[in-house]
Every structure is written in C-alpha cells, then in structure tokens.
C-alpha cells in the first residue's frame, strides 16, 4: 500500500513513525567562582585560572587549555568550548601566592551545568635567592629540585629548574615560598631529576615568616 503514495509523504509518514528527531542541543558548561586567600578569606583579584577543554579529534583527544581571571572581587567564569567532551579546572596561579595544581576529586567539572567553587591560595610569604656560579671553566648545566612542602603539595611536584650558565658570571633565580618549615635544596651537574638517581649536593633552610635567605652554589 505504501508504494502508492506521494514520495514526500511518504518520506513525512515514515519519519513519524521512526521519531525522526534532532538531539537538542547541548547545554553550556560553565565553571565559575571565587579565589581567596586560604588564612583571610580575602578575595585574590588577578589570579590566572587554567581550564584544559578535552576535544575529540579522528583519534582521540587534543588537551586545549585556556584561561581566565579573576576580578577585582576574586570572582571569574568561564564557558567550556562547546566542541569540548569534557573539561577539567587544570591549574590557579597569583602573585605572591603558591601555584595551585588543581585534582578532579575536589574541583570535578560536571558537563551541562554550572559548576561553582571557592578555591583558596595559599600566601608565599617568604623568598629563597639562589646564586649560583660556574667556575668549570665551560659552559654546563646545574641541574636543582627545591622542596618547599607546602608548595610542592598545592603544585603536586617540587620546583624544578634546569639553567644553563656561562663560565664565571653569577646568575640568580628568586623563589616565593611558604614559611616556617623545612625547604630541601637539591643539586647536581648531572640529570638527576630525569634519571631519577641521587643528586650530588644537598641541604635544607628554615625561612621565618617574611624572610628573604640567600643561597649560594658554586660549581
């Protein structure tokens, strides 16, 4: 019987009977709030907020971060690319407060919704001033790991560095810590943070609230 009706209607009929539909679009994520000092609960204007956008690509996923910051009232919002499968609150960083690597337990981002946070810094209230020399005679690598605890916790890693430095000149690099507890320095001419061995040198200081300590390594 079917075959004997206009195409067009017959096209109609039959995508009525199998619920021809559209998906409704998506909904936009939106991840937003607020970013205070962990002691005061006062806002931290300027904080750089990371958000990675999880795109889909022929084979698997392309990591797309972006970023936004926080206003005069600590406040920022951000909307997920709408081409992203999912979304993570990667990372927040601000002047004299430590780096804060964030983990999807605590800052879980819900897809097509709005996902609200508070997210406290915590103030680096101290400094560490290396100097370091080379008296090798060549140019050559010292290769550092710095442990501030603290830091290390909110970043999920120590600090790494790995300058190059010219033979005879004084270079420095200015580290904002957390005081009142024990900072390790670790050194070494060779990789020891890749090959994951024992560095040669080490030592630890104590920095007081509002200290700033001087440090020399000569090689």
């Not at 910051?69 to 951000?78: E, I, L, V």
């Not at 690597?101 to 946070?117: G, L, W």
């Not at 020891?192 to 030592?203: A, C, K, L, W």
Request: with cysteine; glycine share 2%; charged share 20%.
């Amino acid at each position: 019987m079917l075959r004997f009706l206009p195409p067009l209607f017959l096209a109609v009929l039959l995508c009525s009977f199998f619920s021809c539909k559209k998906d409704p679009p998506k909904l936009p994520t939106i991840i937003e709030g607020t970013v205070v000092d962990s002691k005061t609960g006062e806002p931290i204007p300027n904080a750089l907020i990371e958000i990675s956008n999880r795109v889909p690509k022929d084979i698997g996923f392309d990591n797309v971060s972006e970023y936004s910051r926080s206003d005069t009232q600590g406040k920022f919002s951000y909307t997920v690319r709408s081409d992203a499968a999912y979304a993570s609150l990667f990372s927040i960083s601000a002047e004299n407060f430590a780096y804060k690597r964030t983990d999807s337990a605590n800052y879980k981002v819900i897809m097509e919704t709005k996902n609200e946070y508070s997210i406290p810094l915590i103030r680096s209230d101290a400094v560490l001033i290396l100097y370091i020399k080379n008296q090798t005679g060549q140019q050559n690598s010292v290769y550092i790991t710095v442990n501030n605890p603290t830091v290390a916790s909110e970043a999920k890693s120590p600090l790494y560095y790995s300058p190059v430095f010219n033979t005879g000149e004084y270079q420095y690099l200015t580290l904002p810590l957390v005081a009142n507890e024990y900072t390790k320095i670790y050194w070494s001419l060779e990789n020891f943070i890749s090959n994951q061995t024992i560095p040669t040198h080490r030592d630890s200081v104590f920095l007081l609230l509002n200290d700033t300590l001087n440090y020399s390594i000569i090689f």
